[in-house]
């Protein structure tokens, strides 16, 4: 939630390029939600399904989705 969008699909480029196939990649994100720790607009938050969105295009697969608690969530991401 802290990169702003522009910037976000470089990043994937840049994680595809440094990942072999196989790699992994984890996103700690809040959830959707306007209380608790994390940005107050839920609208700013990353979902699980917004950063399948974002990471679908640049080759990577949800493998895990970890629930953290109360505020947070964790995906983990494999590199086709």
Excluded: C, N, Q, W
């Excluded at 939630?1 to 984890?26: I, S």
């Amino acid at each position: 939630h802290d990169l702003p969008e522009p910037v976000r699909p470089g990043l994937m480029e840049e994680l595809k390029r440094v990942l072999v196939p196989g790699g992994v990649f984890a996103l700690i994100e809040f959830k959707k939600f306007a209380s608790g720790p994390g940005p107050s607009d839920p609208d700013k938050r990353i979902g699980p399904e917004d950063a399948d969105r974002l990471t679908g295009p640049h080759g990577f697969v949800r493998d895990t989705l970890v629930d953290l608690g109360e505020s947070t969530f964790l995906v983990r991401y494999i590199r086709k």
